[in-house]
Nanobody, 126 residues
Framework: VQLVESGGGLVQPDGSLKLSCTGS????????INWFRQAPGKEREGVSC????????LYADSVKGRVSISRDHRKNTVYLQMNSLRPEDTAVYSC????????????????????WGQGTQVTVSS
């Protein structure tokens, strides 16, 4: 089983990126998929989640209105569209599969995480 992230890179402030999380050996539609990020010297932050049953979505306060999570069942992929990027969005972004998503202190957490991806670097800088 693997979760493979892609789509990261260097982007200027106010730019956009679309991250992908593709499952191998696992059907992402059967799981709640959460995107996390971790910047150097900071704790990991849950950014957004899409639920595996009805596809409900959750967003952290820090990205609400700038980020959109979606999925393509045929491609077994979950996407994170990020717009109006800021330097403080710079981090390694990882996806994870678990059994439920919930909000705590403005961030999105995942219950019973089963699988993690390796992450993709996003750098927002001029």
């Amino acid at each position: 089983v693997q979760l493979v992230e892609s789509g990261g890179g260097l982007v200027q402030p106010d730019g956009s990126l679309k991250l992908s999380c593709t499952g191998s050996g696992v059907t992402l539609a059967n799981w709640h998929i959460n995107w996390f990020r971790q910047a150097p010297g900071k704790e990991r932050e849950g950014v957004s989640c899409i639920e595996g049953d009805f596809g409900a979505t959750l967003y952290a306060d820090s990205v609400k209105g700038r980020v959109s999570i979606s999925r393509d069942h045929r491609k077994n992929t979950v996407y994170l569209q990020m717009n109006s990027l800021r330097p403080e969005d710079t981090a390694v972004y990882s996806c994870a599969a678990g059994y439920g998503c919930y909000v705590r202190d403005g961030t999105i957490l995942l219950r019973n995480t089963q699988y993690w991806g390796q992450g993709t670097q996003v750098t927002v800088s001029s």
